[in-house]
T-cell receptor, first 114, second 113 residues
Framework: KNEVEQSPQNLTAQEGEFITINCSYS?????LHWLQQHPGGGIVSLFM???GKKKHGRLIATINIQEKHSSLHITASHPRDSAVYIC????????????????FGIGTKLQVIP | KAGVTQTPRYLIKTRGQQVTLSCSPI?????VSWYQQTPGQGLQFLFE???????NKGNFPGRFSGRQFSNSRSEMNVSTLELGDSALYLC????????????FGPGTRLTVT
């Protein structure tokens, strides 16, 4: 089982629809990141969460630490939202003598149709 | 502030060669992390440098190495290239490390033939 699971892997929506992308993780974390990647490769950090909820424009991200689950919501979706959305988790504070790593979900490819 | 820059943007190398990629972080950022992205494996974490010290690393072979200079610029080196090393290599910078917001560069697309 992957340490970070994302669903769905592919999502097609009509313009204006409400979209939800889910991320579950099984490791300890210090923070969870939602990233957006457009064709061509550039990655933009949308949110960094360690608890609760954040909102930026039409995007909302929530995290439930106890359930190890996060969701990314897009309200009133638009064709320019078409991209790959990636969930990533950062490790807890470094324990002495050990390396830790950032772990990524497989990504959700979103296509919003006009 | 200028964003994260990576050079070169595109690179073609032959199996067995070595390659060095460069990343210049946002001014004031002391953490630089490197990632490999392939269609089959997605994004994978290579390593993180903070104040010239490797602080975290992923599960990559020793052919992948890096360093960070006193001005926080970082380089990543891959020796004895294999076909499977063809990928988009991304770096990201952060003020304090992996638990803080990451700012990504545009990436270097490496093709190994």
């Amino acid at each position: 089982k992957n340490e970070v699971e994302q669903s769905p892997q592919n999502l097609t929506a009509q313009e204006g629809e409400f979209i939800t992308i889910n991320c579950s993780y099984s490791v300890g974390i210090s923070a969870l990141h939602w990233l957006q990647q457009h064709p061509g490769g550039g990655i933009v950090s949308l949110f960094m969460l360690s608890s609760g909820k954040k909102k930026h424009g039409r995007l909302i991200a929530t995290i439930n630490i106890q359930e190890k689950h996060s969701s990314l919501h897009i309200t009133a979706s638009h064709p320019r939202d078409s991209a790959v959305y990636i969930c990533a988790v950062s490790p807890p504070a470094l324990n002495s003598g050990g390396y830790q790593k950032v772990t990524f979900g497989i990504g959700t490819k979103l296509q919003v149709i006009p | 502030k200028a964003g994260v820059t990576q050079t070169p943007r595109y690179l073609i190398k032959t199996r067995g060669q070595q390659v060095t990629l460069s990343c210049s972080p946002i001014s004031g950022h002391r953490s630089v992390s490197w990632y490999q992205q392939t269609p089959g494996q997605g994004l994978q974490f290579l390593f993180e440098y903070f104040s010239e010290t490797q602080r975290n690393k992923g599960n990559f072979p020793g052919r992948f190495s890096g360093r960070q200079f006193s001005n926080s610029r970082s380089e990543m080196n891959v020796s004895t290239l294999e076909l499977g090393d063809s990928a988009l290599y991304l770096c990201a910078s952060s003020y304090r490390g992996l638990g803080y917001e990451q700012y990504f560069g545009p990436g270097t697309r490496l093709t190994v033939t």
